[in-house]
């Protein structure tokens, strides 16, 4: 499964998934003062942005460390993003990742990692590094497009929930849930697909 930049980034959006973890994001930042939630906010995206260019440019080499290949990661990356999906469909945001909703400051965890850069997203950009390493550039484009719009989402988490309405918001991450499991599903096929063709 090929992908343009827009697909990409489309695709790293759907994953990413910031108005789903809209009810995160509050619950997580009403710990911190109001002063410094701007901050942290950029910190915890620029720490998943961090993660999520280490795996894309080190994605050949950890797939011939682990003697892993391309067809056997997209049918693993279409069935986590496929499982992310289903969930995004048929619970809140919410559960999809844990937060303690202490009053401390968060660090990494749950902001950057897992909310971020989790599984789905790390298993992602692996694959499309993987698949068309010589468009590298724009999906490092396309990664840095949808971080950025996950930050605005990030920094303006109170105002975008109060203005869109918990049932808006709910169904905005119900309707990206099932264009993420049609993209899981093709990717799955394409992986069967190769894995089949390749082996006549």
Known sequence: MDHSFVSAFVLLLLVLDP????????????GVEPARRTRV????VAIAFGVLVTFMFAGQGFLSLMHLSERSLEV??????LIIAIRMIFSSGSEIYSSDGGAREP???????PLLAGPSAMATVLLLASRQPDRITEWLGA????MAVSGIVLLAADRIRKLLGHSMVSALEKLMGLVLTAIAVEMV????KR??????
Not at 143 to 146: D, E, G, K, N, W
Not at 189 to 192: S, T, V
Request: aromatic share 14%; proline share 5%; no cysteine.
């Open 19 to 30: 108005f789903g973890s809209l009810p995160i994001f509050i619950s997580v930042l009403r």
């Open 41 to 44: 906010a950029v910190r915890e």
């Open 76 to 81: 693993a990356g279409g069935v986590i993003l």
């Open 107 to 113: 660090f990494i965890f749950p902001l950057a990692v």
């Open 143 to 146: 990664l840095t497009a949808a």
């Open 189 to 192: 096929l394409a992986g069967l």
């Open 195 to 200: 894995y089949f063709v390749g082996t006549l």
